[in-house]
């Protein structure tokens, strides 16, 4: 576990990547912003604030011109006292041109101080003489200096309000950058967690659960990655249980090959002297009497005749005969069977309702194999009704392929049998050899057609014969 966490720490995933990545970048510009906004906004602040100062100045030497003409110290002095009551000015001086102070008024305090002074000008009058030998101290040819004003002002409200508005700008700051990394988490969230998931789906099939799909999802590139990651799970999915079948009808057909060999060896082993028994029967059977004898000979001979159709079923089944095609009429091949084997069950109260077109439907199929087929399986259905009632028999023809459907009115085959019930040798009737269904199958596998079989919701067994026309 350490390691793990050591290893995802030296390589981080793309969800820690992209928010790490997001966090610096956003932080950087930010707060790249927020100094930039801050050091503007302290330049304005403080030039409007010594631009301020300069303007009062600038008023009280405009309102202080009088007064240093015709040197009204008291009129200067209370005029310095108005501007001192401005809540950042400490201290006011008002000097003549000779640099003597008029007015000087303060009040206390501690720190750190600015200064901005203005010269006291007047404009020349035509009619007045100046004094014509000083021109050069004109700073106008129509303007003259006659004093100055100095106000001494403090920038600690100035400063408070800048470091107010820094802790606020950064607080801003903070807050947006907080923000835009809280969406940049979802955003980045909402791009990972798709892929996220559809690695832990990937570990889950890799474990083997192959039912499992990825859902697509809202952003077009991750919807077609689960779309893709689906197919090729469909795909697997498919070829898995091709594969499958394929083992399996690989195990089966070795399992029928091992049986045809074991039928085939029985077979021959017994043939030969059941013959030579029915033929000393025969020799017997001249020379007894008639009576309990006679009747023991029957038995016997029937039991001969019943050993005997038991091997021909075990030799048919082990040299399956290879269909010989032709063209033939599916419909009569059945029609004709029924009426054969109408003809056998005369005298037991069983009716055969059938349903066949008069319309042939021709395909290339083995008529003497199929008459087999639609045998046992007429006789299995007679077999399931106690030799009595309705048997039904429908015939559909179109769409490449001919169907007919064979049902019967007994108890059905129960559920754990049905995947059975073509297997060679399984039986649920004392005196079955379960080879008859196994041969249809075989036929019917041959011309590539399919049978099965299936419970029918008014009850009894229905069996369903599907061939493809025009097999080769």
């Known amino acids: 576990m350490k390691k793990r966490i050591r290893a995802g720490i030296r390589n981080p995933g793309i969800h820690f990547r992209l928010l790490l990545a997001g966090i610096v970048l956003i932080s950087a510009t930010t707060f790249t912003l927020g100094y930039m906004v801050r050091n503007i906004t302290h330049e304005f602040v403080s030039s409007r604030f010594e631009n301020q100062m300069q303007f009062l100045a600038k008023y009280l030497a405009l309102n202080a011109e009088l007064g240093i003409l015709i040197d009204q110290r008291a009129m200067l002095k209370r005029q310095a006292e108005n501007l001192l009551s401005e809540k950042d000015v400490v201290k006011v001086r008002i000097f003549n041109e000779n640099g003597e102070s008029l007015a000087d008024v303060s009040k206390e305090y501690a720190g750190p101080l600015s200064v901005a002074e203005v010269p006291v000008t007047v404009k020349k009058s035509k009619e007045f003489p100046w004094n014509m030998g000083q021109d050069s101290?004109?700073?106008?040819?129509?303007?003259?200096?006659?004093?100055?004003?100095?106000?001494?002002?403090?920038?600690?409200?100035?400063?408070?309000?800048?470091?107010v508005m820094r802790i606020r700008f950064l607080w801003l700051t903070a807050g947006l950058c907080g923000i835009s990394v809280l969406i940049f988490y979802f955003i980045s969230h909402s791009l990972v967690s798709p892929v996220t998931r559809l690695a832990k789906a990937t570990r889950e099939v890799a474990a083997g659960n192959l039912e499992l799909r990825v859902e697509p999802g809202s952003l077009p590139e991750i919807r077609e990655l689960a779309l893709s990651f689906n197919a090729m799970l469909d795909s697997l999915q498919e070829s898995q249980a091709a594969l499958k079948r394929a083992n399996e009808e690989m195990i089966r057909q070795k399992t029928l090959a091992r049986m045809g060999e074991f039928s085939l060896m029985i077979a021959h082993e017994f043939k030969n002297p059941l013959g030579i028994i029915k033929s000393s029967l025969d020799i017997l059977k001249a020379d007894i009497r008639e009576g309990a004898g006679e009747l023991m000979v029957e038995y016997m001979e029937d039991e001969i005749r019943r050993l005997n159709h038991l091997i021909e079923e075990f030799l048919l089944f082990a040299r399956p005969a290879v269909p010989s095609f032709r063209e033939c009429?599916?419909?009569?091949?059945?029609?004709?069977?029924?009426?054969?084997?109408?003809?056998?069950?005369?005298?037991?109260?069983?009716?055969?309702?059938?349903?066949?077109?008069?319309?042939?439907?021709?395909?290339?199929?083995?008529?003497?194999?199929?008459?087999?087929?639609?045998?046992?399986?007429?006789?299995?259905?007679?077999?399931?009704?106690?030799?009595?009632?309705?048997?039904?028999?429908?015939?559909?023809?179109?769409k490449g392929k001919w169907c007919t459907e064979i049902s019967d009115g007994g108890q059905g085959i129960s559920e754990e049998h049905l995947p059975r019930i073509f297997e060679p040798f399984f039986t649920t009737r004392a005196k079955g050899t379960g080879l008859g269904l196994a041969f249809a199958a075989q036929v019917i596998t041959a011309h590539q057609g399919s049978i099965r079989a299936e419970n029918r919701?008014?009850?009894?067994?229905?069996?369903?014969?599907?061939?493809?026309?025009?097999?080769?």
């Open 329 to 398: 009429d599916l419909n009569g091949i059945l029609d004709e069977n029924i009426r054969r084997f109408e003809i056998q069950l005369n005298g037991f109260p069983i009716q055969i309702q059938s349903d066949i077109p008069e319309t042939a439907c021709i395909a290339r199929a083995d008529p003497d194999l199929l008459m087999r087929v639609f045998s046992n399986v007429l006789k299995n259905a007679v077999e399931a009704n106690e030799k009595q009632g309705v048997i039904r028999v429908r015939v559909f023809c179109g």
């Open 457 to 472: 919701k008014e009850g009894g067994a229905a069996f369903r014969i599907e061939i493809p026309l025009g097999t080769e």
């Open 137 to 163: 101290e004109y700073r106008h040819p129509e303007e003259r200096i006659i004093g100055s004003v100095r106000i001494h002002y403090t920038t600690e409200g100035i400063q408070h309000l800048l470091s």
